[in-house]
Structures are given as structure tokens and as C-alpha cells.
Nanobody, 124 residues
Framework: QVQLVESGGGLVQAGGSLKLACAASGRTFSNNALGWFRQAPGKEREFVAGISWNGDIPLYANSAKGRFTISRDRAGNTMYLQMNSLKPEDTALYYC?????????????????WGQGTQVTVSS
């Protein structure tokens, strides 16, 4: 069974940091771009960051630029999201997903495999 499993979420004060991880099992995603999305209560799911199959090309939402850093290991089966300078508006359920192609996009329609999410809560 193919799975993406997120971890690393938690409760942090504004200005703090968290590092999320996304681990794949059941198959390798070394030829797929990977991405992070988030969904806050009452809001649409939104793109946060994505990374190409080889880790060379990141893509960030404007809200993440300068604060978040996406990376992936060489085997391609684990992806990370380092989140710094967190704000209360970053509070959401964070999902990782695998894209059908090698280059990340912000369009959720291009992603075919999704994790269950990890909760990030930022207190003011």
C-alpha cells in the first residue's frame, strides 16, 4: 500500500520554528515532484511549497517565501519543510503529496497521492 505519512507538527508560539517531514512507503517517489499543502478550518486547501524530483527546483507560495525551506533526501522518499518565524495564520493541517510530473506546481490537481496531514498550531 502506497502511503505518505507526515510528522513534526505541533503547538508553537509565534516566531518559533517547526520542521515537518513526509515519508513515503510502499513505493518510491524519486521521479516525482513533491509538495506541501495546508488547510485551515473554514478555508480552502492551499499550496505552501513544492520541490522537483531531484531536489534542485523549489517552489514557494508567497506566504512561505523567506520563512519556509523545502528539501528532500537523495533517495527521494523523504521530504521536509523547515518553517521559521511562524505566525498564527500558519495554523492549519499540513499535507504532503506526490505530483504526477517531475517539476512541482501549485495546482493541487496535479498531485495524486496524499498523506493524512499533521496539525500545526501557532499561538499568539
Amino acid at each position: 500500500q502506497v502511503q505518505l505519512v507526515e510528522s513534526g507538527g505541533g503547538l508553537v508560539q509565534a516566531g518559533g520554528s517547526l520542521k515537518l517531514a513526509c515519508a513515503a512507503s510502499g513505493r518510491t517517489f524519486s521521479n516525482n515532484a513533491l509538495g506541501w499543502f495546508r488547510q485551515a478550518p473554514g478555508k480552502e486547501r492551499e499550496f505552501v511549497a513544492g520541490i522537483s524530483w531531484n531536489g534542485d527546483i523549489p517552489l514557494y507560495a508567497n506566504s512561505a517565501k523567506g520563512r519556509f525551506t523545502i528539501s528532500r533526501d537523495r533517495a527521494g522518499n523523504t521530504m521536509y519543510l523547515q518553517m521559521n518565524s511562524l505566525k498564527p495564520e500558519d495554523t492549519a493541517l499540513y499535507y504532503c503529496a506526490a505530483n504526477r510530473i517531475r517539476i512541482a506546481s501549485s495546482d493541487s490537481g496535479g498531485y495524486f497521492s496524499w498523506g493524512q496531514g499533521t496539525q500545526v498550531t501557532v499561538s499568539s
